[in-house]
């Protein structure tokens, strides 16, 4: 495999051996290798010293369930710090077959064109695409596709990050061509935007497949995986319901955020529950489909095609954290609404978690109202006009509750949380708090964990355990809800590994990808300024308590400060 440089400004690239360093690093891991090593961590995130990394995890490339996903890299334009997004559909996979071990552009363009890169086995090339600029995502892909056939990966920004907004993402194709599968967090759509670039079309003709170094082990390997992972009880949970299983979950953990984080539950949760979402997708039928893949060779299939009453496609997917955050926490509890606020907010390229905590924290400023989806429906249409108001909102909660004096800004370094509320589940609040990436549920959940949630005790602990275990999925280009199988065969990743890499390394690989690259993380957010005040919940939350449990957030600052002692 090689490395790719491609220069915006001069609009030419290179290759390169992968240096010896990087060899055992992919996706997460590589990505904050590469940013500390040739990223200036005090530069502007959107000025020319930045750079956007494109990097398949290590196990990306033979359609092992679950383990094709593309990481997305910066220095954050949300946070200032880190960030690596990652995301389903078919560019991780075609990267691979490329023989792309990490894409790397680089400095931005003098002009004001805007371009498409072309990325294929003979090389890159620039084409113009003034003619796409102010088209939202869904009617940019479908242009891109009918210009580069149908069979191309495509990664994309919407309006949002043509306007450098610090909530947006980088949309990717799913394996049926829809651009469903975002890069969301952190603002890497307003870095792809900084440097003028519409779309990366990644062109596979021609490309195979990665060389095994032992084939018949891997092929073993596999199969041993896929069989344990499909005997998971929780892989049919998901198989059936999807992300949205969670809603009640939360709802009972009284974890579910409603109205701007101010409550944990609502009787109205069972509204919006993934269980009631299947029933209406079968019951509409027509193009709605309860479980979908969006990976080619997903075994689990968490994904679905949410569906109006004549059977039309409104979205695809409809997840739990849409549903959380754009939904109850903004008092929503219509799936069709929600639905509907998700295709926009994907339209426009953008964060539906953090949009989703941002119309939170306007509601609460009087700028809309909570029930009210028409009223939300209007402030997203002030950031597809690119408003001052608009522009206020898609650069994320922690703005607009500085604008319009807000206290109650569930966000950490700059990042909305996600739909898991921490003073309810205090584990994942010790992540949302310590996470080099800001707050965010995949860096370590800790819901599923049989102990008492309330209790601040041995909190860090847990969530040591689970940030070093995701830092090293990401790292292996692994989908969150492949755990499970990797968990009942420990032994899986070492045999892949080695299988493919022809390496020598042992059954604790994980947890060795995992604190390799939480530890290039923070060390470079340490560079950009960060500090322990940093890695700390909102204070509010340790003050305001939490219905129903009336919780705070009391997990003791020097548990937090020794979380990443290993």
């Not at 679950?66 to 075609?94: F, Q, Y």
């Not at 206020?392 to 909660?397: D, I, K, Q, T």
């Not at 599923?448 to 940030?467: F, I, M």
Request: glycine residues 12%; contains cysteine.
């Amino acid at each position: 495999m090689e490395i790719w440089r491609i220069n915006v400004r001069s609009k030419t690239f290179t290759r390169e051996e992968v240096p010896a360093d990087w060899r055992q690093l992919g996706g997460r891991g590589l990505l904050a290798k590469i940013l500390l090593e040739e990223v200036n961590p005090v530069c502007h995130p959107l000025g020319p010293g930045n750079k956007l990394i494109f990097s398949p995890g290590l196990l990306v490339g033979h359609m092992l369930s679950s383990c094709d996903r593309i990481s997305i890299g910066a220095k954050s334009p949300l946070t200032g710090g880190v960030k690596e997004a990652n995301a389903g559909g078919s560019t991780g996979l075609i990267l691979a077959r490329l023989g792309i071990k990490a894409l790397i552009v680089e400095d931005i363009s003098e002009d004001s064109d805007w371009w498409i890169v072309h990325v294929g086995i003979g090389g890159v090339r620039f084409d113009p695409a003034n003619d796409l600029i102010g088209l939202g995502v869904y009617e940019s892909a479908q242009s891109l596709r009918e210009r580069y056939g149908g069979k191309v990966a495509i990664s994309l920004i919407g309006p949002g990050g043509e306007m450098c907004m610090a909530a947006a993402g980088i949309q990717n194709l799913d394996k049926d061509g829809v651009p469903s599968r975002i890069a969301a967090r952190g603002g890497i759509g307003a870095v792809m935007g900084s440097k003028k670039i519409k779309a990366i079309i990644w062109d596979g003709t021609g490309a195979d497949k990665p060389s095994l170094a032992h084939p018949q082990a891997y092929w073993e390997a596999q199969k041993n995986f896929t069989r344990l992972l499909l005997e998971q009880k929780t892989v049919q949970t998901y198989h059936d319901y999807g992300t949205a299983a969670m809603t009640m979950v939360c709802n009972a953990f009284g974890s579910l955020p409603v109205q701007n984080f101010s409550q944990g539950n609502s009787e109205d949760a069972e509204k919006i529950s993934g269980e009631l979402m299947r029933e209406v997708i079968l019951q509409r039928g027509g193009k709605a489909n309860p479980t979908h893949a969006c990976m080619a060779g997903c075994a689990i299939q968490c994904s679905n095609v949410y569906a109006d009453s004549k059977g039309e496609e409104i979205v695809s997917p409809l997840e739990y954290e849409t549903i959380s955050l754009m939904g109850s926490n903004l008092g929503i509890f219509h799936l069709d609404d929600i639905a509907r606020m998700n295709w926009d907010v994907n339209d426009l390229g953008l964060d539906s978690i953090e949009i989703g905590a941002a119309l939170g924290v306007a509601a609460e400023a009087g700028l809309a109202e909570f029930g009210n989806s028409g009223s939300m429906m209007n402030l997203l249409a002030e950031i597809r006009k690119g408003s001052p108001l608009g522009r206020v909102l898609g650069n994320g909660a922690v703005v607009t509750g500085k604008v319009f004096g807000v206290l109650r800004v569930p966000a950490v370094k700059g990042q909305a949380m996600s739909g898991y509320e921490p003073r309810a589940i205090k584990g994942t609040g010790v992540t949302y708090a310590t996470s080099p990436q800001g707050a965010d549920h995949t860096s370590g959940l800790t819901i599923r964990a049989k102990v008492d949630h309330l209790d601040p005790k041995g909190q860090a602990d847990l969530s040591r355990s689970a940030q070093i275990n995701m830092a090293g999925f990401d790292t292996l280009g692994a989908c969150i809800f492949s755990g499970s199988g990797f968990a009942a065969a420990p032994e899986a990743i070492r045999d892949l590994l080695n299988a493919r890499y022809g390496w020598e390394v042992g059954t604790d690989i994980l947890q060795v990808l995992g604190r390799a690259t939480l530890s290039l993380e923070r060390e470079f957010n340490r560079r950009a300024g960060f500090t322990p005040a940093d890695d700390r919940l909102p204070e509010w939350m340790s003050m305001e308590p939490l219905p129903p449990h009336q919780s705070v957030f009391d997990v003791p600052n020097e548990d937090l400060d020794g979380v990443f002692n290993w």
